[in-house]
């Protein structure tokens, strides 16, 4: 399986072989399982302070029967505000929690490592298919070969104003101004000053990525990566396969050294 390799004015270079990854089979669920186990390690532990919503002074009656009310503890005091009401369990205003959480609790999910290596591979042989990455919601009408290979003029590009003449030779400005057309959120979101989404673009995959992040921060949903740390978070944002994805061609040279077990035992890589 061969693919052109583009220059940044938008002509063909040559063609190059694609190396055995990008004939993976392609497995939505195994990218599905990866993203949520790699997600899970951003989480932050949460827990509480151990007399939360305890700190009143609320005592039970002795002996708590014969009242003819609630055998509930209420709040002391000297009349007025929220004397005699209950306080300092879990069933009244501002009470502590019944059951709440510790930060002992375990919540990043493992994965094995065969099933990582797979799971990207499969997602990396997906950004090879036009029908896969078009169902996400890319806007790829003009563009005629999959995966998207560039020359390595492309990280040497720092500026924005240069970024925008090789987006447009090479049909990709469609796909970012799709990001305009979001509406705006309404409600708690709003009011914490999340009030659009930014949703995901094209990602460039280089080898030196340190220059082309500069230029791409000026527009929205534009990442860049590198391909030591290419993992299915970048390829499958949200879980859902598979983002529009710009190789460059020294890239697609690293890629041809990825070795994994399973994919030898299915016959993909030799």
């Known amino acids: 399986m061969s693919v052109a390799v583009l220059t940044t004015t938008g002509t063909k270079e040559k063609e190059i072989d694609l190396p ?19 997600y899970s390690h951003q989480f932050q532990k949460q827990g509480r302070h151990p007399t939360a919503g305890m700190d009143v002074v ?17 709040l002391r005091g000297g009349g007025g505000g929220r004397q005699g ?18 930060s002992q609790k375990i919540i990043h999910k493992k994965l094995n490592k065969k099933e990582k290596t797979l799971a990207l591979c499969s997602a990396i042989a997906a950004t ?4 896969i990455v078009e169902s996400r919601g890319h806007k790829v ?4 070969s999959f995966p998207l290979v560039i020359s390595d003029e492309i990280e040497s590009i720092s500026k924005a104003k240069d970024l ?9 400005t469609q796909d970012i101004q799709r990001l305009k057309s979001r509406n705006a959120r309404t409600g708690k979101s709003a009011l914490r000053g ?9 990602l460039f995959v280089t080898k030196n990525p340190k220059n082309l992040s500069e230029a791409c921060g000026s527009f929205p949903g534009l990442d860049v990566c590198s391909v030591k740390e290419l993992s299915v978070l970048d390829l499958a944002p949200g879980a859902v396969p598979i983002r529009l994805t710009v190789y460059s061609k020294s890239v697609i040279e690293e890629m041809a050294k990825i070795k994994s077990p399973h994919l030898e035992l299915m016959g993909i890589i030799k």
Do not use: M, W, Y
Request: charged share 30%; proline share 6%.
């Open 20 to 38: 055995q990854v990008f004939s993976t089979p392609f497995r939505k669920d195994l990218i599905h399982k990866a993203f949520v186990n790699l």
């Open 58 to 74: 609320a005592r039970s009656l002795d002996p708590p029967t014969g009242h003819g009310q609630a055998r509930i503890a209420r």
């Open 85 to 102: 009401e209950a306080g300092g369990v879990a069933s009244t205003k501002g009470g502590r929690q019944a059951h709440p959480p510790t």
């Open 128 to 131: 090879a298919s036009k029908e």
């Open 141 to 144: 009408d003009k563009i005629d």
């Open 164 to 172: 925008i003449k090789v987006l447009d030779s090479l049909n990709l």
């Open 194 to 202: 999340r009030r659009k989404k930014v949703g995901k673009s094209i």
